[in-house]
Every structure is written in C-alpha cells, then in structure tokens.
C-alpha cells in the first residue's frame, strides 16, 4: 500500500486516489496486509481516544482514517490533514494541512507508528517508532483509542 501527500481535491475510486495540490498531482492506495487475527485489523474508520501527552494531554483527539490514504485528526478547534500509509503493524503519517497552521508538522517530517490492536480490532494503541515533529509524537505517543 502506498500514500503520497497531496490535499486540495482528491477524487477516489476503488480505494485509489487521485489528488491535486499546487498543480501537482499525487496517488494514493491503501490495503490492509495480511491474514486473520488483531494484527490484521483495519485502521480505515474514526477513532476517538485522550491525548496522552503535551501541552494538550488530556484533551479528546478524533481520527478518521479513509480508505484512500487521507486521513483528519481533530480536537477541540485543531484540525490536521494528513496522509498516511500501513505496512503490518507500522503506519507512517505525513501532516499536509493544519488550523491553526502552526499546528502541522513539516511535510519533510515523517511520523512512523506501531499499532497494537485489541483482540476485537476496536481498540488501538499508537507507540513512536520514530517522529521528528515534537508535537505529533506528544499527541500519538502511548494513544490508546477506541473505534466509534
């Protein structure tokens, strides 16, 4: 599977996107790897979980993954666009978009994630593999989220 940023207008048709950002066109695909079992979850939906950590711990965040490799966090006024890509367990995340601005992350930097799912795929925690942007890491870092 694959995620290539880009936000501005992205069209989807059978789980592969077509976006356009800055005149620049981009794809997306997204899939989920492998067989049976909590590992196999999907990430596609809306999670809803507590910042774990930060000057905003405590704080609801909401994530809709689609199914296209876009994904939006939300909480309180914050708004994130992001792309993102899953290979197993991992998933990598690039912000695109932010309200207020100074809340997104540089593109350049790329935020890579284990998931740990419940035995029923509802629930999910986040673990840092590696994440250059301080305030994505203090968001994600330990976030345990149910699926709604």
């Not at 996107?17 to 620049?24: E, L, Y």
């Not at 790897?33 to 405590?58: D, F, H, N, T, Y």
Request: aromatic residues 4%; charged residues 20%.
């Amino acid at each position: 599977m694959r995620a290539i940023v880009g936000l501005s207008l992205c069209l989807s048709l059978a789980g592969v996107a077509a976006c356009s950002s800055g005149g620049v066109q981009h794809t997306a695909t997204s899939s989920t790897v492998g067989s049976a079992g909590p590992q196999e979850c999907p990430v596609e939906g809306r999670w809803v979980g507590m910042i774990p950590g930060g000057i905003l711990a405590g704080r609801m965040v909401e994530l809709t993954f689609y199914d296209n490799g876009m994904a939006r966090g939300t909480s309180g006024s914050i708004v994130l666009d992001q792309s993102w890509e899953r290979e197993g367990n991992v998933i990598t995340i690039v912000h695109m978009n932010a309200i207020p601005p100074a809340a997104a992350c540089r593109v350049e930097f790329v935020g890579r994630y284990s998931l740990s799912f419940g035995a029923d795929c509802n629930s999910v925690v986040a673990s840092s593999i590696e994440d250059p942007c301080e305030h994505r890491r203090r968001t994600l870092d330990g976030l345990r989220a149910r699926r709604q």
